[in-house]
């Protein structure tokens, strides 16, 4: 189990985007460019949604129920891709892991 998969599995953490991100939406895709470490990202078309969802601070949970009503996918296969991606993010430090408030 990945480091960041057992910190959002955690209760009562929450994700967002961390600050200094540059997003435009480019034909129904997200493309970012971190102002902090000066790379460019294609988040693509669910990547987008994923990055726009944590916007605000929202659990784990919370991404996963608004991803699989949205889309076809089966809640297990949408939390490993989410896990996936939110871990990527994570070692760009593009996004931060907080305790609820």
Not at 13 to 27: A, H, L, P, Y
Not at 58 to 82: Q, R, S, W
């Amino acid at each position: 189990m990945s480091e960041l998969k057992n910190v959002l599995l955690a209760e009562n953490r929450t994700i967002c985007q961390s600050e200094g991100q540059i997003v435009s939406d480019m034909n129904g895709e997200k493309v970012m460019l971190s102002i902090s470490n000066g790379k460019y990202y294609n988040l693509g078309t669910t990547g987008g949604a994923i990055w726009e969802l944590i916007r605000t601070p929202i659990t784990f949970d919370g991404i996963i129920v608004n991803l699989t009503e949205k889309y076809d996918v089966k809640k297990e296969e949408c939390e490993k891709e989410v896990i996936n991606f939110l871990e990527l993010l994570w070692k760009e430090d593009l996004v931060k892991v907080s305790n609820i408030a």
